[in-house]
Each structure stands twice: as C-alpha cells, then as structure tokens.
C-alpha cells in the first residue's frame, strides 16, 4: 500500500526566503504526482504535475521535482511572499485509472 | 470557464437522517472523486466513479453512497448520518483519456457537522 509522508508538518519563515517542502513515498512505480496549494476554508489548488517521465516542473516562483528511485519529490517556493502563506499537500497516483495517495500536507507561514 | 461546484457549502443535521452532497462538474471529466478531510487523517477516499453507471468503493465507503447518471453529476448520500461523518467533502473531477495528463480538480468543499 502506497504512503505518502511529508515533512515537516508545518513551518514557519521570514518573507523573501527560499524554501523546500518535501514529500516521500514509499512505492516508487507512479503514474504521476500532484502538488496542491489549500487554503483555510477552501478547496485544493493544483500547482503543478510531475508526470512519471520527468524530472521536474516550473511555474513562476514554484519549482516541483521527482526523482522516483528514491521515492522522493520537493517543492521549492523562490522569494516566498506571505500570499504564499497556505498548506502543501502531495498526491501520487500508482497508475491512469488509480485514485491519488495523499499526503498530511505541509502548513507554512510566511511573515512579512 | 469549466468548473467543479458543490452544494451545499455548509450542512447542519441530526443523526440519523440522510442527507445529499452535490457534485456538478462543466468540464465533461469522465472520472469523479468524493473525499472526506479530517483533521490527524488527511484526506480519504470514500468513492469514486470512471464513468456513467459506473461506481467504486474508495477506502471509507461505509455508510456512504453515489450513483453516476450522467457525466456532470455524482451525488454523495449519506443513508443515515452518524456523528462520525462529521468533516469537510470535496469533490473532485479528471480525465486520463488521450493526452490528458490525469491532472484532479476540486471543489470548494461541503462542510457536514451532524448532531
């Protein structure tokens, strides 16, 4: 059975800093992975898409990695702003027609 | 725009009696999720259909069911509420077919609290 951990659990830094977010999981033969944005009293956001093929996603500031051999995936925000402010969660998908496993979700704040 | 609507955002109910989550999607996916959010379990599976007429048990289906008449529509019902059913529902939607990449959309979510 597929689990899908991320850590830390939450996290708090100074705006404009670098930061990494990571997800693990522990069945490296995925279809793909998805990272979501949620904010309090909302829905998820998808932000990016790592189909199994690749190696990487950009989009603006956020940049998604997998590396499926070590069941590994980070999410790297540049100048975090407090916008940025929400909690990151990670899916894997085993295959085309599988539901997603998800993660805890990482809670950040970004102070101004 | 395509989008992913739930309805109600917001239920309150007894125990006991059944209740309706709806679920409507412009997008014309063929796949639909139902999760529930909970605090210390992330987010569950509970059911989940490929397509019309087609329907899956998800890893908390207990006490719970969905029909799929058409593509835009999969309702959650709830047979006989339990306070246990209390959380947050989201709806979901994709499509894998063609070149699709399988990406998952959600709605905003149905806050149940029974009582």
């Known amino acids: 059975k597929q689990e899908v951990t991320q850590i830390p659990a939450a996290l708090s830094v100074p705006e404009g800093e670098n930061l990494v977010l990571n997800c693990s999981f522990t069945?490296?033969?995925?279809?793909?992975l998805q990272w979501f944005r949620q904010d309090p009293g909302k829905g998820l956001t998808s932000l990016l898409l790592?189909?199994?093929?690749?190696r990487e996603q950009t989009s603006g500031r956020l940049n998604a990695s997998l590396d499926k051999s070590s069941g590994r995936s980070t999410l790297y925000i540049a100048a975090s702003q407090p916008g940025d402010s929400a909690t990151y969660l990670c899916?894997?998908?085993?295959?085309?027609?599988?539901?997603?496993?998800f993660g805890g979700g990482t809670r950040l704040m970004v102070k101004p | 725009d395509a989008e992913i609507t739930q309805s109600p955002r917001h239920k309150i109910t007894e125990t006991g009696r059944q209740v309706t989550l709806a679920c409507h999607q412009t997008?014309?996916?063929?796949?639909m999720f139902w999760y529930r959010q909970d605090l210390g379990h992330g987010l569950r599976l509970i059911h989940y259909?490929?397509?019309?007429?087609?329907?899956n048990k998800g890893e908390v289906s207990d006490g719970y069911s969905v029909s799929r008449s058409n593509t835009e529509d999969l309702p959650l019902t709830l047979e006989s509420a339990a306070s246990s059913q209390t959380s947050v529902y989201f709806c979901?939607?994709?499509?894998?077919?063609?070149?699709?990449?399988?990406?998952?959309?959600f709605g905003e979510g149905s806050r149940l609290t029974v009582l």
């Open positions: 259909s490929y397509g019309v007429q087609d329907t």
């Open positions: 997008w014309n996916h063929n796949n």
């Open positions: 069945d490296s033969a995925i279809y793909n």
């Open positions: 790592i189909q199994s093929s690749q």
């Open positions: 899916a894997v998908k085993r295959d085309a027609g599988n539901m997603l496993t």
């Open positions: 979901a939607s994709s499509d894998f077919q063609g070149q699709d990449t399988g990406e998952l959309f």
